[in-house]
């Protein structure tokens, strides 16, 4: 009998990331949306110097649905179905990653076209550093920061049994997952207007790094054996 | 095909043609941790092969390494002649893992062609299974919805979106009430009048029910793999346990041990046919168990 080709399954687990975290999904983009409208409103440089920093902090709490379903597949024998049936390792937790960029892609999209739209509206003009800033520190840390967070948390609960808590990914959420946008955010704060472009850089940088590292390591960090439930 | 005595280390089970299931030699475990040891045996006939052994025997190891979720540490396992691999397995065999395997944030359609275009089913299979376990009623409830039964109706019937030759069922009837675990044997007792089924349960009355082999695994070795009427005693008897208290007046003439009715009957076969007379006297059945099983000795 001929091999059917495999479904990529990607739109199955964003749909149900989406479906799982919705709670925190729209907490993130609606806490997210009102800062970015504050501070769209608010007089001085803090919307080109503040606003940037938070971006990344809120997306990451909206991708908690993607780490729900990587949790909750790998506790309920999902995973050991979709490997019997010929699904690689790999796919799976490429699907997972795809999910949460794609929570990240709504959070950060939705604020920026409400902040920007607004600030048009508003005849207010749209400085250059915040240009910059968005697309040299908001974005790469949203996307990096969310990776780098996916892939430890991945790795962390493949390692231990699988439960609620601490040993899922939404328990290291709070400690890993806003931690490159929250040490972020610290360090081009206490830095100064004159050098937080550099700051901003060069956390973007090492968390990118970070998470490319991790992502090389999918293979060795997560072999299949450590995403089927407890036999 | 011909059957192993039991031994410490038994030799493979031969026949004459290709096997449809073909364990040679395999250790497997997990993370370079062995639990099972030099399995070898032949499965041809089409039957339903019981999988027997204590928690920790290495039974759900064995279906992993049969489905070809885990890779063999030595020997190699051949489904229709060829060697179990990760894209391959999946067009000749069926797996239900002991876990439901729902995905969340799905209705039970939706979980339904989620599994039927993993294996490459169409919709017009998740109508025709949701109408065979008779699911139909709750296709649009969500999964966190259902009691553990439904849960693990839905989770059955994704071994019957697509026909495949062998089917690796991990205890199916697990935390089932008696009526739904007598639906799935039948069905799982049609299904091997032509494929092969591998079937774990710790139910002894159950496998001398539906079993035609026993494949027992104690502390990760083969330990028996016969005809099960080769190890039946000379008397068949269940127990009866009821839900209400007292005595029912259709088993005043039945023995008593414990909680325990006792009935002798000819054999496994009659069990039903009894089931339903007392079932339309009446009488509420809690639980039902061969005393005395000869297949207890193999948790032994």
Not at chain 1, 30 to 37: F, P
Request: include cysteine.
């Amino acid at each position: 009998m001929a091999s059917a080709p495999l479904p990529s399954l990607l739109g199955t687990t964003i749909r149900r990331a989406f479906i799982v975290g919705r709670v925190n999904l729209v907490i993130a983009t609606v806490v997210s949306l009102l800062w970015g409208t504050i501070l769209s409103l608010t007089p001085g440089s803090s919307f080109a110097s503040l606003f940037p920093l938070l971006l990344p902090i809120l997306g990451t709490i909206g991708t908690v649905g993607a780490m729900l379903v990587f949790t909750n597949d790998r506790a309920k024998g999902v995973f050991e179905y979709l490997i019997a049936y010929g699904v690689p390792p790999h796919r799976i937790f490429t699907n997972v990653l795809g999910a949460a960029f794609t929570m990240i892609a709504v959070v950060d999209g939705l604020t920026l076209a409400v902040a920007l739209s607004l600030r048009v509206a508003l005849g207010l003009a749209i400085p250059i550093a915040f240009t910059a800033a968005i697309l040299g520190y908001s974005l790469p840390m949203s996307f990096g920061g969310s990776a780098l967070t996916a892939a430890a948390g991945m790795f962390w609960t493949s390692l231990s049994s699988p439960r609620q808590g601490m040993n899922s990914p939404l328990g290291l959420l709070p400690l890993l997952g806003v931690a490159p946008g929250g040490l972020g955010f610290i360090l081009a704060e206490a830095a100064g207007p004159a050098d937080q472009a550099y700051v901003e850089v060069g956390a973007v940088s090492i968390v990118i790094v970070l998470a490319l590292v991790l992502l090389s390591l999918e293979s060795r960090l997560m072999p299949r054996e450590r995403l089927l439930s407890p036999a | 095909m011909r059957t192993a005595p039991l031994a410490s280390s038994p030799a493979p089970v031969r026949s004459g043609g290709t096997p449809r299931i073909s364990c040679r030699g395999v250790s497997s475990g997990y993370l370079g941790k062995r639990v099972l040891e030099e399995i070898s045996f032949d499965i041809e006939e089409p039957a339903v092969y019981v999988v027997l052994g204590p928690n920790g025997a290495g039974k759900t190891t064995l279906f992993r390494t049969l489905a070809g979720i885990l890779r063999p540490y030595r020997g190699e396992v051949l489904i229709g002649g060829e060697t179990v691999d990760l894209q391959g397995s999946r067009d000749h065999l069926h797996y239900l893992s002991h876990m439901d395997g729902i995905p969340d944030g799905l209705n039970v359609r939706e979980a339904l062609r989620f599994y039927a275009r993993v294996q490459g089913a169409g919709a017009e299979d998740v109508e025709r299974v949701l109408s065979l376990l008779d699911i139909g009623s709750m296709a649009d409830r969500y999964l966190s919805q259902l009691s553990a039964g439904q849960r693990k109706r839905v989770s059955i019937a994704r071994v019957f979106l697509r026909e495949r030759e062998i089917y690796l069922l991990d205890e199916p009837t697990a935390n089932l009430d008696p009526k739904l675990s007598r639906e799935i044997r039948e069905l799982i007792l049609n299904l091997s009048r032509e494929k092969v089924v591998l079937y774990s349960s710790h139910n002894l009355f159950e496998a001398r029910e539906i079993g035609r082999y026993v494949i027992a695994i104690k502390a990760g070795r083969l330990a028996l793999f016969d005809r099960i009427e080769n190890l039946r005693g000379e008397h068949f008897v269940i127990g009866v346990r009821v839900l209400d208290p007292g005595t029912p007046p259709a088993l005043a003439d039945f023995a008593r041990q414990g909680d325990y009715y006792l009935r002798e009957l000819p054999g496994p076969e009659a069990v039903p046919a009894l089931l339903h007379e007392l079932d339309a006297q009446g009488v509420r059945i809690r639980e039902v168990r061969e005393m005395n099983n000869p297949l207890e000795d193999l948790f032994a």
